[in-house]
């Protein structure tokens, strides 16, 4: 489980090809790994990965076919939002995010409103169902707050300090990112099919 704050920027280094799947070598020299054992989960682009080699800088994991299907920004070597999974002593001071990402979106707007800049998203038809007006989403890991939402777009404000320190800095029209939307949102239309069983 995680909250969406993201806690450093890293980059994949490399990657190496192991049947269908892939190993993935992670720089995270401002991570702080003192507290990271192998076998610990790492949010990596809002994807939950298991740590299977640890060091004070890098981590390596093992991705999945099946995860790398659903999921973009794991297979070249990019830089990547980090979060380590919460412990219960920790601030939640984003949102509960689980790091199982729901779908693929796409970037259509990306424009600077005086300090901050507006984000709009083309969410797959599936998932706007659960995206709601003041609502919580998370876009490449990063926990963010709806502002808006017509038919399948939504749109957010980012704030100086999120775009200095995750790599929505990067996006541009066109962008694709992993797309999480709220759990509890997901659940309240599972009990809803089930109220119509």
């Known amino acids: 489980m995680f909250t969406g704050i993201i806690q450093s ?3 994949i280094e490399n990657t190496q090809a192991i049947g269908l799947d892939l190993k993935l070598n ?3 020299a401002g991570l702080g790994m003192q507290d990271v054992q192998t076998g610990d989960s790492i949010a ?4 939950c990965l298991t740590a299977t080699a ?3 800088t890098h981590f ?3 991705v999945s076919q099946a995860t790398l299907s659903v999921t973009v920004g794991l297979s070249e070597p990019l830089a990547v939002n980090l979060e380590k999974a919460l412990s219960l002593s920790d601030r939640l001071g984003g949102h509960l995010v689980s790091g199982h990402v729901d779908g693929v979106a796409r970037v259509v707007l990306f424009e600077q409103l005086s300090d901050c800049w507006k984000l709009a998203i083309h969410a797959p038809h599936a998932l706007s169902k659960y995206i709601a007006n003041k ?3 998370a876009v490449n890991g990063v926990s963010l707050t709806i502002n808006s939402i017509e038919q399948d777009v939504f749109s957010v404000n980012l704030i100086p300090h999120t775009l200095e320190n995750t790599t929505l800095q990067f996006l541009t029209v066109g962008s694709l990112v992993n797309l999480e939307v709220d ?3 997901r659940y309240v239309d599972r009990m809803a099919q ?3 069983e």
């Open 9 to 11: 920027v890293g980059k």
């Open 26 to 28: 992670i720089a995270c």
């Open 44 to 47: 990596v682009n809002g994807v």
């Open 54 to 56: 640890v060091s004070p």
């Open 60 to 62: 390596e994991a093992h």
């Open 135 to 137: 609502g919580s989403v």
């Open 183 to 185: 759990q509890i949102a």
């Open 194 to 196: 089930w109220a119509k």
